[in-house]
């Protein structure tokens, strides 16, 4: 209301006279005009409320006495405004005063312009503004803004926080660790604690994202278990994750909590009926010694994941200086390799397969070596798991493949070659068409020649990794399931695809002459493939004693550096094909 209806309203509030709505807004227009205006005022969302300067009410509308759950008569003209004050109390409105020092507070100063936001033990928020009027009176409105404040601290938190699982966001997480770094407590550090899932996209690509999601929400609540409230937790994206574990007094502390998140993380997940074992990898970096910001901390945090990821997983490792350094050699390492197809540095080594029954070569597997030319020949253990971050495995995958098929073009009729797949090859286009050709240019029929694949190859993206299997059968390759007994659902995978081999994991042959957990499970796994018509092949052979417990289990091939090493195929011809008669006429296995 402005104008001569706002002034003529000012005057009736002055002489502590009765409002007549028509008579403010139109002077002498007729009633119905007026109830027309009374009609506007009490359909506003606003809850409007005015007073005298005796902090008595002159006028209130429908709204105000909806928001506060009041009759007319309890707030007709002449109520203290003390009473309403009282009775907002009553309906729980937070304050800190004592009631009565609260309506004093309230009713004891000239009126200013000001606004207030009420909470109430409802849960509702509040907010008026009132404004003074000349005659030492005022108006108020009230506004109740309970979905406004709850939009708005919703869109606050999304701003701050993952989606998924509620934990703070890389926003959130750089202020919260500047703002430990700028108020540290005297003589305490902050630790940054960079987790990384081990073996997540196992269960994304078995049972989708969904169960992803679910495993990530688990791991979310698992680690509010192991902080304190002080302490941040943020998703940075993925399956990774930081802890800013802030006023520690010695590196100690974090020592303990990464062993904690390791212990909490690797108990078993149960999702859809399926149970999985994960596991996690932490990467720590201290303040003051490992950085003093944010960014450096960061980065620095990450470097140590690196190391314990390096150092065999499900473990952590504090950041030391040196830990840049190996990561430019790791950056360097990549570029060289990237130029080391072109230039021949690569070259495939082969390490034979040999049948218990008739002590004979059956067959090598073809293994990849890099001869550096300043670092030397560097073991695949090193370069590969390179490869497979940056993408190279792919043009080097199909090398390997061409290689391997033209080298044992060369051999006697009687041996087959094996070559290890990735599941980064069978996840790009064209894997079928590179080995069509490398056995068309290399003349190799394709009985011959024998793929080995992992459980993971299955794992990502099963269905069109079983047709690609399928297309490879039909042609006459043969395949192999390698490191089996290690995954989560091998005995799944012998259901879905009638493989030809099945290749008993080095970890459980290394143990078998005392471990009898390991003697069980290569004695369960040689009677199951000799039960579904399937080689049975012991990897990681190294003493007589393990090749006796092996034969006698079933076992009816062997692989391991008790027979040889990885040799270049040059070696290999001069050592065994040229004399595989002769040492099959020995009746017993040669060693090289």
């Known amino acids: 209301m402005a104008g001569p209806q706002w002034g003529k309203l000012q005057e009736r509030l002055g002489k502590r006279e009765m409002i007549d709505l028509s008579e403010v807004a139109f002077g002498s227009a007729p009633a119905d005009q007026g109830r027309l205006l009374e009609e506007a005022f009490n359909n506003l969302s606003l809850g409007i409320i005015v007073f005298d300067d005796r902090r008595e009410v002159v006028f209130c509308n429908a709204r105000y006495l909806e928001i506060y759950g009041l009759s007319a008569e309890q707030v007709k003209p002449g109520t203290p405004t003390s009473d309403l004050i009282r009775h907002r109390l009553k309906l729980g409105l937070k304050v800190e005063e004592t009631p009565d020092d609260y309506v004093r507070e309230r009713i004891g100063k000239p009126v200013v312009e000001h606004t207030v936001v009420q909470e109430f033990a409802d849960g509702r928020i509040i907010r008026y503004t009132i404004r003074p009027m000349s005659n030492g009176g005022g108006m108020a409105t009230h506004e109740d803004i309970t979905e ?13 926080h993952d989606s998924l699982t509620g934990l703070a966001n890389r926003v ?21 604690h960079h987790l990384d899932l081990d073996r997540f996209k196992a269960v994304n690509d078995t049972l989708g994202h969904h169960a992803g999601d679910t495993l990530l929400k688990i791991v979310a609540s698992r680690l509010r278990e192991q902080v304190r409230t002080s302490d941040t937790i943020s998703r940075m994206g993925g399956d990774e994750f930081v802890i800013v574990q802030s006023a520690i007094s010695e590196p100690s502390e974090a020592t303990l909590l990464a062993e904690r998140v390791i212990a909490a993380i690797a108990e078993p997940f149960e999702i859809d009926g399926h149970q999985f074992a994960v596991g996690t990898s932490v990467g720590i970096a201290v303040s003051p010694g490992d950085g003093n910001d944010s960014a450096t901390l960061l980065t620095n945090a990450d470097l140590a994941l690196y190391r314990a990821k390096e150092d065999g997983r499900g473990t952590f490792r504090f950041f030391e200086a040196g830990m840049d350094e190996h990561m430019q050699t790791r950056r360097s390492m990549e570029r060289d390799m990237r130029t080391a197809l072109p230039a021949g540095q690569f070259e495939l080594y082969y390490q034979p397969v040999v049948n218990l029954q008739t002590s004979a070569i059956s067959g090598l597997e073809a293994l990849i070596r890099w001869n550096h030319p300043q670092r030397g020949l560097i073991s695949p253990a090193t370069f590969i798991p390179l490869a497979e971050e940056s993408g190279f495995i792919i043009p080097l995958g199909e090398w390997v493949i061409r290689q391997a098929c033209l080298t044992a073009a060369k051999w006697p009729e009687h041996l087959h070659v094996a070559v290890n797949i990735s599941a980064s090859q069978f996840r790009s286009e064209g894997l079928m068409q590179v080995i069509l050709g490398a056995l068309r240019a290399s003349g190799l029929k394709p009985t011959r020649l024998e793929i080995e694949i992992t459980e993971t190859v299955l794992l990502q993206g099963k269905e069109a990794t079983l047709a690609i299997l399928h297309q490879l059968r039909a042609l006459g390759v043969r395949i192999a399931m390698d490191d089996f007994g290690i995954g989560y659902s091998s005995l799944t995978y012998l259901q879905s695809f009638p493989f030809d081999k099945i290749k008993i994991d080095r970890s459980f042959v290394k143990d078998i002459t005392e471990n009898a957990g390991s003697l069980k499970i290569v004695r369960a796994v040689a009677s199951l493939a000799n039960g579904m018509g399937m080689t049975a092949t012991a990897e990681g052979v190294e ?25 270049p195929a040059r070696d290999i011809e001069r050592l065994f094909l040229s004399r595989q008669k002769a040492d099959s006429a020995s009746g017993g296995i040669v060693a090289a």
């Open 148 to 160: 406004k404040h709850q939009t708005e601290l919703k869109i606050e938190h999304m701003a701050h």
């Open 172 to 192: 959130r997480l750089n202020d919260r660790l500047e703002e430990a770094l700028t108020q540290p407590a005297h003589g305490r550090m902050i630790a940054v």
């Open 543 to 567: 003493t007589n004693e393990q090749l006796d417990r092996i034969t006698a289990e079933g076992c009816t091939e062997m692989q391991g550096y008790l027979f040889s090493r990885p040799l």
